[in-house]
């Protein structure tokens, strides 16, 4: 049941056209009211007889309901609650972008990279470059039927930025040179192989972009003549000599 | 003696930031300081302070903040603020130029 009071504010705030500010006036004016109730209360009055005198004393609802209004104008506060709508959207917005650009975007890699990384095994053999370290590793010999076979060569790459233009860089466009006991093949991204019926290539890991530093690791799959007891994989365009060789065990 | 409300009208906003200009307070407080500053003379329609302070915090001339009091009660504080402050010795100007020169007018016209 609404008392006395609120039949009064209720009436003030009807006045009060913007809407979003009735209920602070609302409450602003009931505890003043109630404060006066207390004090008179405070002097020994009968607290029917305080509850009037403090409502009475609040004065006319329309007067002050539209004295409020004229302060609290619709399109001043409509105009107040779209710039802050506003702000708040532009906030979310660059947020979003910048968590999408840099944060999240290197998270996911971050962590697919961690997941995914495998560390070259001590067996594997190196090649110091200008702007990092390349390591070889031989993978799974398959023979196939009609006596080729299938040999995996792995790859890492693990550079400093900036890369500028670097040996590796062939390794890393899948252009490089392949040469084992049977001869020698360029593979390239766009020509596969000279030699072979058949080859396939595939990423083990992406690559990340890191501050300061860059990882690769990779496998290529090459479907030779025979099976393969040893490889040796350069890159002669480079301007810089290196051959990594890596060598099969031969099952007995 | 009650002064009558349109005398009272012109001279709330002198009044008002004279009451904030020592400390900050709520609207009840400002209301029972100023029947206890003026001997209750000076009585507003209370619900009317609540336009009038609204209207000086749009203008700048007080601030508000939500404040807990002892009891418990979350009250609205108003505080003046330097534009405030400048605004009152404004005020306070033109009301002693008021003031001199109502005197003198009534003073003049009274009998000899």
Not at chain 1, 239 to 249: F, H, I, P, T
Not at chain 2, 52 to 58: K, M, S, T, V, Y
Not at chain 2, 89 to 104: I, L, N, S
Request: charged letters at 25%.
């Amino acid at each position: 049941m609404r008392d006395a009071f609120q039949i009064w504010v209720d009436a003030v705030c009807e006045q009060v056209r913007f809407q979003p500010d009735r209920k602070a006036i609302a409450q602003e004016l009931r505890v003043h009211y109630d404060d006066h109730v207390k004090d008179l209360l405070r002097l020994g009055r009968d607290p029917a007889l305080a509850e009037e005198r403090a409502l009475e004393a609040m004065g006319d609802a329309q007067e002050v309901g539209r004295a409020l209004d004229k302060v609290h104008k619709p399109w001043l506060g409509w105009l107040w609650e779209a710039s802050r709508a506003l702000a708040l959207a532009l906030t979310v917005l660059t947020l979003v972008t910048l968590l999408w650009t840099v944060g999240l975007n290197s998270l996911v890699e971050r962590t697919i990279d961690e997941l995914t990384w495998e560390e070259p095994p001590a067996s594997a053999v190196k090649a110091e470059l200008e702007h990092g370290t390349l390591y070889a590793a031989p993978g799974d010999v398959t023979q196939e039927p009609g006596g080729k076979a299938t040999a995996e060569i792995r790859l890492w790459l693990q550079m400093r930025d900036p890369l500028g233009t670097d040996p590796y860089y062939g390794i890393k466009n899948w252009f490089f040179t392949y040469r084992d006991e049977h001869g020698e093949l360029s593979v390239q991204e766009t020509d596969p192989l000279t030699r072979t019926a058949a080859a396939s290539r595939y990423w083990r890991n992406p690559g990340v972009s890191r501050v300061g530093w860059t990882r690769h690791s990779q496998t290529v799959e090459l479907v030779l003549d025979g099976p393969p007891q040893w490889a040796e994989v350069s890159y002669p365009l480079s301007g810089q000599d290196w051959v990594l060789r890596v060598e099969w065990e031969v099952e007995p | 003696m009650k002064i009558d409300k349109s005398l009272m009208s012109g001279s709330t906003t002198l009044l008002i930031l004279s009451l904030l200009s020592g400390e900050e307070m709520y609207g009840y407080q400002m209301i029972t300081e100023l029947a206890r500053r003026s001997n209750h003379v000076f009585a507003l329609k209370e619900g009317t302070l609540y336009p009038i302070l609204h209207g000086l915090e749009a203008e700048g001339l007080v601030s508000v903040r939500e404040k807990k009091s002892p009891e418990g009660r979350t009250r609205k504080y108003y505080r003046i603020t330097r534009k405030g402050g400048r605004a009152l010795d404004a005020r306070k100007e033109e009301w002693v130029t008021f003031r001199e020169q109502v005197d003198a007018v009534v003073n003049s016209a009274a009998p000899a």
